[in-house]
Protein backbone atom coordinates (compact mmCIF):
# COMPACT_ATOMS: atom_id res chain seq x y z
CA UNK A 1 0.00 0.00 0.00
CA UNK A 2 1.54 3.44 -0.80
CA UNK A 3 0.67 6.03 1.65
CA UNK A 4 -0.13 8.99 -0.28
CA UNK A 5 0.58 12.74 1.49
CA UNK A 6 -1.50 15.81 -0.56
CA UNK A 7 0.69 18.91 -0.72
CA UNK A 8 -1.86 21.80 -1.70
CA UNK A 9 -0.60 25.44 -3.06
CA UNK A 10 -3.43 27.42 -2.06
CA UNK A 11 -3.02 30.25 -3.83
CA UNK A 12 -2.04 28.23 -7.21
CA UNK A 13 -5.52 26.72 -6.98
CA UNK A 14 -7.33 29.52 -5.73
CA UNK A 15 -5.58 31.70 -8.72
CA UNK A 16 -7.08 28.61 -11.12
CA UNK A 17 -10.66 29.06 -10.27
CA UNK A 18 -10.85 33.09 -10.24
CA UNK A 19 -11.83 33.66 -13.90
CA UNK A 20 -15.33 34.19 -14.02
CA UNK A 21 -15.48 32.86 -17.71
CA UNK A 22 -14.11 29.62 -16.95
CA UNK A 23 -16.82 28.15 -15.39
CA UNK A 24 -14.99 27.20 -12.02
CA UNK A 25 -14.95 30.45 -9.86
CA UNK A 26 -18.28 28.90 -8.09
CA UNK A 27 -16.04 26.25 -6.62
CA UNK A 28 -14.16 27.95 -3.86
CA UNK A 29 -15.51 26.26 -0.98
CA UNK A 30 -13.72 23.14 -1.55
CA UNK A 31 -13.78 20.40 0.78
CA UNK A 32 -9.74 19.37 0.08
CA UNK A 33 -10.82 15.51 1.40
CA UNK A 34 -13.02 15.05 -1.36
CA UNK A 35 -10.88 16.71 -3.59
CA UNK A 36 -7.73 14.62 -2.41
CA UNK A 37 -10.07 10.79 -1.97
CA UNK A 38 -10.84 11.18 -5.72
CA UNK A 39 -7.45 10.89 -6.76
CA UNK A 40 -6.53 8.32 -4.62
CA UNK A 41 -5.50 4.40 -6.70
CA UNK A 42 -6.42 1.41 -5.43
CA UNK A 43 -3.19 0.73 -3.46
CA UNK A 44 -3.07 4.46 -2.41
CA UNK A 45 -3.76 5.19 1.87
CA UNK A 46 -4.63 9.05 2.24
CA UNK A 47 -2.63 10.16 5.55
CA UNK A 48 -1.81 13.78 5.32
CA UNK A 49 -2.93 16.97 3.31
CA UNK A 50 -1.22 19.88 3.92
CA UNK A 51 -2.92 22.90 2.81
CA UNK A 52 -0.19 25.92 2.45
CA UNK A 53 -1.53 29.34 1.82
CA UNK A 54 -1.01 33.20 3.55
CA UNK A 55 -3.86 35.61 5.52
CA UNK A 56 -4.55 39.10 4.15
CA UNK A 57 -3.71 41.01 6.61
CA UNK A 58 -4.79 44.80 4.53
CA UNK A 59 -7.70 43.69 4.28
CA UNK A 60 -10.62 42.72 6.63
CA UNK A 61 -13.57 41.41 5.15
CA UNK A 62 -11.04 38.76 3.10
CA UNK A 63 -9.04 38.48 5.55
CA UNK A 64 -12.26 36.77 7.78
CA UNK A 65 -13.79 34.91 4.79
CA UNK A 66 -9.97 33.30 4.38
CA UNK A 67 -10.18 32.55 8.28
CA UNK A 68 -13.34 31.27 7.94
CA UNK A 69 -12.28 28.42 4.66
CA UNK A 70 -9.35 27.92 6.91
CA UNK A 71 -11.74 26.84 9.63
CA UNK A 72 -13.55 24.42 7.26
CA UNK A 73 -10.40 22.64 6.12
CA UNK A 74 -9.72 22.32 10.13
CA UNK A 75 -13.11 20.64 10.44
CA UNK A 76 -11.48 18.02 7.71
CA UNK A 77 -8.55 17.91 9.91
CA UNK A 78 -6.31 19.16 7.11
CA UNK A 79 -3.08 20.91 8.38
CA UNK A 80 -2.63 24.73 7.51
CA UNK A 81 0.68 25.98 7.28
CA UNK A 82 0.64 29.54 6.53
CA UNK A 83 2.81 32.03 5.03
CA UNK A 84 2.69 35.74 4.99
CA UNK A 85 1.72 39.10 2.58
CA UNK A 86 5.01 41.54 1.97
CA UNK A 87 3.94 44.98 0.64
CA UNK A 88 6.11 45.57 -2.61
CA UNK A 89 6.73 48.52 -4.66
CA UNK A 90 6.04 47.98 -8.32
CA UNK A 91 6.37 49.98 -11.72
CA UNK A 92 4.39 50.90 -14.19
CA UNK A 93 4.58 49.79 -17.69
CA UNK A 94 2.59 52.60 -18.36
CA UNK A 95 2.22 55.88 -16.08
CA UNK A 96 -0.20 55.60 -13.30
CA UNK A 97 -2.12 57.67 -11.33
CA UNK A 98 -3.03 59.85 -14.25
CA UNK A 99 1.01 60.82 -15.22
CA UNK A 100 1.67 61.73 -11.23
CA UNK A 101 3.60 58.86 -10.30
CA UNK A 102 5.30 55.65 -11.94
CA UNK A 103 5.20 53.38 -9.26
CA UNK A 104 2.42 51.54 -7.09
CA UNK A 105 2.41 49.21 -3.79
CA UNK A 106 0.70 46.69 -3.72
CA UNK A 107 1.22 42.60 -1.55
CA UNK A 108 3.25 40.19 -2.96
CA UNK A 109 2.36 36.13 -1.79
CA UNK A 110 5.46 34.93 0.35
CA UNK A 111 6.98 31.60 1.98
CA UNK A 112 4.10 29.27 0.17
CA UNK A 113 6.32 27.57 -2.07
CA UNK A 114 9.62 27.47 0.03
CA UNK A 115 7.42 25.74 2.90
CA UNK A 116 5.84 23.01 0.41
CA UNK A 117 9.54 22.57 -0.34
CA UNK A 118 10.46 22.58 3.06
CA UNK A 119 7.58 19.81 4.12
CA UNK A 120 8.09 17.83 0.78
CA UNK A 121 11.78 17.16 1.41
CA UNK A 122 10.84 16.89 5.85
CA UNK A 123 8.57 14.12 4.76
CA UNK A 124 10.51 12.65 2.05
CA UNK A 125 13.67 11.99 4.32
CA UNK A 126 11.57 10.99 7.67
CA UNK A 127 10.06 8.37 5.36
CA UNK A 128 6.27 9.62 5.82
CA UNK A 129 4.95 9.06 2.69
CA UNK A 130 5.17 6.17 0.02
CA UNK A 131 3.30 8.77 -2.41
CA UNK A 132 3.53 12.37 -2.12
CA UNK A 133 0.77 14.66 -4.95
CA UNK A 134 1.10 18.05 -4.84
CA UNK A 135 -1.73 20.06 -6.06
CA UNK A 136 0.33 23.07 -7.81
CA UNK A 137 1.34 24.01 -11.63
CA UNK A 138 4.29 26.35 -10.19
CA UNK A 139 7.74 25.68 -11.43
CA UNK A 140 9.52 26.70 -8.29
CA UNK A 141 8.30 23.46 -7.11
CA UNK A 142 10.90 21.40 -9.21
CA UNK A 143 13.62 21.38 -7.27
CA UNK A 144 12.26 19.63 -4.41
CA UNK A 145 10.86 17.37 -6.06
CA UNK A 146 13.99 16.62 -8.01
CA UNK A 147 15.74 15.86 -4.85
CA UNK A 148 13.66 14.03 -3.42
CA UNK A 149 13.49 11.64 -6.48
CA UNK A 150 17.36 11.89 -6.32
CA UNK A 151 17.45 10.97 -1.93
CA UNK A 152 14.26 8.27 -2.24
CA UNK A 153 14.14 6.80 -6.01
CA UNK A 154 11.28 4.70 -5.36
CA UNK A 155 8.97 7.56 -3.51
CA UNK A 156 6.37 8.42 -6.17
CA UNK A 157 6.21 12.24 -6.76
CA UNK A 158 2.06 12.90 -8.43
CA UNK A 159 1.12 16.35 -9.39
CA UNK A 160 -2.83 17.61 -9.73
CA UNK A 161 -2.13 20.52 -12.20
CA UNK A 162 -5.11 23.26 -11.60
CA UNK A 163 -4.31 24.92 -14.76
CA UNK A 164 -0.80 25.78 -16.45
CA UNK A 165 1.84 23.74 -14.99
CA UNK A 166 3.38 21.52 -17.97
CA UNK A 167 7.06 22.53 -16.95
CA UNK A 168 6.20 20.93 -13.31
CA UNK A 169 4.40 18.00 -14.66
CA UNK A 170 7.20 16.83 -16.57
CA UNK A 171 9.04 16.37 -13.75
CA UNK A 172 6.51 13.98 -11.91
CA UNK A 173 6.07 10.30 -12.12
CA UNK A 174 2.27 10.98 -12.70
CA UNK A 175 0.37 14.12 -13.82
CA UNK A 176 -3.26 14.91 -14.43
CA UNK A 177 -5.09 18.05 -14.76
CA UNK A 178 -7.68 19.28 -12.47
CA UNK A 179 -11.22 18.47 -13.71
CA UNK A 180 -14.24 20.30 -13.02
CA UNK A 181 -16.02 17.32 -12.57
CA UNK A 182 -13.84 17.16 -9.40
CA UNK A 183 -14.65 20.14 -8.34
CA UNK A 184 -18.16 19.91 -8.48
CA UNK A 185 -18.23 16.27 -6.28
CA UNK A 186 -15.64 17.96 -3.78
CA UNK A 187 -17.71 21.29 -2.32
CA UNK A 188 -18.49 21.89 1.54
CA UNK A 189 -21.99 22.03 2.53
CA UNK A 190 -23.12 25.79 2.90
CA UNK A 191 -22.89 25.49 6.90
CA UNK A 192 -20.30 22.91 8.83
CA UNK A 193 -20.85 22.27 12.43
CA UNK A 194 -17.32 21.94 13.82
CA UNK A 195 -17.29 21.50 17.55
CA UNK A 196 -20.48 22.76 18.79
CA UNK A 197 -19.87 25.98 16.45
CA UNK A 198 -21.23 26.37 12.62
CA UNK A 199 -19.22 27.92 9.79
CA UNK A 200 -21.22 29.60 7.03
CA UNK A 201 -20.07 29.67 3.96
CA UNK A 202 -18.82 33.45 3.39
CA UNK A 203 -19.55 34.09 -0.27
CA UNK A 204 -22.48 33.42 -1.90
CA UNK A 205 -20.42 32.79 -5.48
CA UNK A 206 -18.23 30.63 -3.84
CA UNK A 207 -21.00 27.59 -4.18
CA UNK A 208 -23.19 26.68 -7.27
CA UNK A 209 -26.44 28.69 -7.29
Not at 112 to 136: C, P, Q
Amino acid sequence: MNRTVFFIDGFNLYHSLLDPHSGRSQYKWLNLRKLAEQYLLSKDILTDILYFSALPTWNAEKRNNHEAYLHALESENIQIILGKFKKVTRNCLLTCNLGRNNSFETFEEKETDVNIAIHLLEYGLTDRFDKAIIVSGDSDLIPPIKRVKELSPHKIIGCVIPKQGHDLGNHCDQRVRLKESILKNSLFPREIKFKGKTIVCPKHDWLPQ
